[in-house]
């Protein structure tokens, strides 16, 4: 109740003030001090420039227009063809850089350079290809660790002579045979037999500083240099260079240095059936729970709250909890709205979004900013409220659906017209291509209309390739011997794909991966020839059980009778398809449509294309 009570008061008694001096042609601000703080419906304010966030983006208080854009330090920049790292480097303004040709979707930083985890490694902030697959790096090289080893504050690569062999300091030793131990300040490799102290089955953890070396294999017995202690009692600290044991109170234990972090959890002494501890008495989690503010278990307890106050015990014929919160049980009250209990018999309550507003008028319901509203009186658009009510909403303005469109809140005149994320065309415009949600202008653009392709919302450019898998396509910068596998770009003399998956390369593999190519990049002789469509019922090495199946050309539609079955040439060679989505496809590739989220928005996209074709 504690700020909740105050806050409700002050929504209250704004949205009182505002009724009743809030004229019917206002729009221009929102009732409530939370409207204008909301992100509603992708608005934001730029300066003071009203802007939407899927149009434009604002970096460093200058707004660039486009799609799809972040900043990258002050600058503007698409993630979806770029990746921007950050470096803090100790300054208060972070050092930026943008890398080109890779997104960051697919990428991750090294220092300011951006790379491909897949075909590269970051070694002390230098991109370096990777040798194997399973590299790592030592130093400023990348290694391969079933062959090689890195040992010592030098950073020595070392052939590694077997896999039993550790590295010790900068050398490396037989671990079957041999331990590593700090000795007299500096590491020195001893024979197991002759190290007294020392169990036969020691399994270095970190050889530097502490070994698993229990004669019973009790894991809380470590070993402390050459001596063994317990981790129950005992820690393994670093003091003046020298390993120490110390009790767990100690200084040594509680600074850094500390070898192992954490003190094991104290051990309860409870029953099987009373496994837990509530003040010094077990108790059967499931019966009760335990009411740390009274140190006492109980079937009624309350919290924590949001203050993060421990759990109390409450009497449920007097109090109510809400939300971890304690009140006065009122006989009507069967409610709880947020931390408030309240009745449904009681007037003109309403709870919108966990805050209880009294005293208002019948009618009224939570707007979409859980304001109460009465929408007789108001239409409610993302936050702004219209004094016309009964209105159809286009992002926080009203429209007219018989003379106007809606494209993702944006109004547009009605022309027959087909929307692409917020903005209009006319789909049978060839200048135009919309791709995901974001419209290029060919024309302007100076692409040639027949080949122009997308990638994702990206517009492909001939020295890009496109990878695309079960719902992604991501455009990549072209490589020499680099192929897709599905979503992904790799060397093909790291890796090999199989039907959308890579595995490391250890002969000479198949390169083979036919990926599910987009809809949206046919031309319409192709989009209008014959094409089926079919839900994935079953798939095996060899083929693929599909369901529903519709033969469609252009604009006429044929069921076909199920199951049908599709033959996969090779089982390498095909794209993953998911067991229950919908695919189209004919004899030789998958379709899938990246820029339409249903199958009827795709079917509209294709009889609309198709309109010249005339039925066979
Ligand atoms: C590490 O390298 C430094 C200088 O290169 C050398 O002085 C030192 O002895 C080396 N330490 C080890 C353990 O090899
Ligand atoms: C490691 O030690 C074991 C046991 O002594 C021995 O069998 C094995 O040959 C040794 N490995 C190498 C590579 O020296
Ligand atoms: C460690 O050094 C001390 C004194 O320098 C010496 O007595 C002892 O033998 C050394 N221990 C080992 C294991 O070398
Ligand atoms: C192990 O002990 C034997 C005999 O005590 C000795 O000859 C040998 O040098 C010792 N080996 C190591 C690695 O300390
Ligand atoms: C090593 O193991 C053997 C047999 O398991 C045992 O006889 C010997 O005492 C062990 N040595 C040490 C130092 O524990
Ligand atoms: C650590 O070294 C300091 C001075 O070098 C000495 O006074 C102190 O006793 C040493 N501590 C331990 C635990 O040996
Ligand atoms: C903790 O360790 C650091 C060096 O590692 C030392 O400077 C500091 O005095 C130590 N603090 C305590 C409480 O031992
Ligand atoms: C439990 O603890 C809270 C807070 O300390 C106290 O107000 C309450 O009276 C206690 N309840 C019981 C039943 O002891
Ligand atoms: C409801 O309240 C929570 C917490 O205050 C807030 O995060 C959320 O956005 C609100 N939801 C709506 C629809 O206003
Ligand atoms: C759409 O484009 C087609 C072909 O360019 C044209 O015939 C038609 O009039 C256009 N429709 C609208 C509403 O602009
Ligand atoms: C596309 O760009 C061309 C050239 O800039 C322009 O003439 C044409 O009107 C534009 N088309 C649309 C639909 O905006
Ligand atoms: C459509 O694309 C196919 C290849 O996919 C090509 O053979 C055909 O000529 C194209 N048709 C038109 C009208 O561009």
Redo the contacts with the bound molecule.
Sequence with gaps: MRQTGSQMLSLWALALVWLVWGSPTFCGSTPGP?ASA?NACYRKTCGNINYDIREAVCCENRLHSGAGLSCCGGEPFNPAKATCCTERDGHPKPKTALTLGLSQKVSDCCGLNAFNPLNEICCESTVVPKPVPKAECCGKEAIDVDKQMCCGKNRTILTRKSIHHQCCGSQQFNTTSHCCSPINGSLQILEKSNSSGFANKSDPVDVNKQMRCSPSENPTILCCGLKQYNTKTHCCCVMNDTLMIHPWASSCCKNDSGVQKQQPEPQSNCTELQTSLCGSSCYNPNEFRCCERNQTKSKWCCGPDRCDAAPTVYNPHTQVCCDGCVSERKPWMDQCCGETPYGLAERGVLC???TLYKDREDGEECS???VPYNPTKWTTCCSQFHATPGQHCCGTEVYRPHIEMCCDGHRHPKENMQCCGVKAYNISNHQMKCCAGTLYNLTSLGTDIHTARCCGSLLQKAQDVCCSHEDKELLYSAKTRFRCCGHLYYNTSLWSCCADKLSPLHQPGHHQNKMILSLNNLNETDLCKEMLIGTVDSVSLHSIVFRSVLKIHGRTMIPLPSPHILKKPDRCNFPKLIHGKTYFFNEVNVFTDFNHDSILQSFHFITSKCSQVTSC
């Design positions: 939370d909301k919108c979004n966990n979409e900013i859980s």
